[in-house]
Nanobody, 123 residues
């Protein structure tokens, strides 16, 4: 059984920050790439960020470059998404993802998914 458990979502004002966490179980964590997606109602799920098994290579969608940072702690089976300078356009449900190849995640697909956590950026 593979389980990805997101936490850290919530309501923040524009310009604020949030850190999302994803705890993985039932998976060889250090052997998998991890990532984050987001989805707005009525739109398709969008790739946001990915990190390879070693943590040395990261990838981002252009709209979040310079604002979001993905990282991982393999000793704790956890991946993070630090989100700074948040904009209303960042409002979405954010999903944690795991796959054997970071290229798959960047391409918009993943083997395993979390349940999602709501991020709302509003005054």
């Amino acid at each position: 059984q593979v389980l990805l458990q997101e936490s850290g979502g919530g309501l923040v004002q524009p310009g604020g920050s949030l850190r999302l966490s994803c705890l993985a179980s039932g998976i060889f964590f250090s052997g998998n790439a991890m990532g984050w997606f987001r989805q707005v109602s009525g739109k398709k799920r969008e790739f946001v960020a990915a990190i390879d098994w070693s943590g040395r290579n990261t990838y981002y969608v252009g709209s979040v470059k310079g604002r979001f940072t993905i990282s991982r702690d393999n000793a704790k089976n956890t991946v993070f998404l630090q989100m700074n300078s948040l904009k209303p356009e960042d409002t979405a449900v954010y999903y944690c993802a795991a796959d054997s190849h970071s290229g798959n995640i960047v391409a918009g697909r993943s083997t395993y998914w979390g349940q999602g956590t709501q991020v709302t950026v509003s005054s």
